[in-house]
């Protein structure tokens, strides 16, 4: 290989570039700024939903819920209604740490 023949020939080639009116230089560096983009944003989509796939396979041990699929309307009262009781803050988190230590 020659060097200085593919050195002379880049030379060449950035003086033409720096010759072009400025609205072509901004077509070729934004043309330039996409082509590299894409891929990069290509690569960081996929790592991204294999990091998503990895997070819902970690199992946190947190206690199962239940996904109500019909809730009543406001006007009818439910059967699970407790009437609140004038207990002090203590004794509501004492009540509280009971349940907890109870589903452990």
Do not use: C
């Not at 020939?9 to 590299?36: C, M, N």
């Not at 983009?37 to 239940?66: C, D, H, R, Y």
Request: without cysteine.
């Amino acid at each position: 290989m020659d060097f200085k023949n593919i050195e002379s020939k880049i030379k060449k080639w950035v003086l033409q570039l720096q010759a072009l009116p400025d609205g072509s230089k901004k077509a070729i560096l934004w043309t330039i700024v996409v082509v590299i983009a894409l891929p990069m944003l290509f690569f960081w989509v996929q790592g991204t939903l294999k990091k998503m796939e990895s997070i819902e396979s970690i199992n946190l041990g947190l206690p199962q819920t239940e996904i109500i699929e019909e809730v009543p309307p406001a006007d009818q009262p439910t059967e699970n209604l407790q009437e609140p009781q004038n207990d002090s803050p203590q004794e509501t988190q004492n009540q509280i740490n009971a349940e907890i230590i109870n589903q452990q």
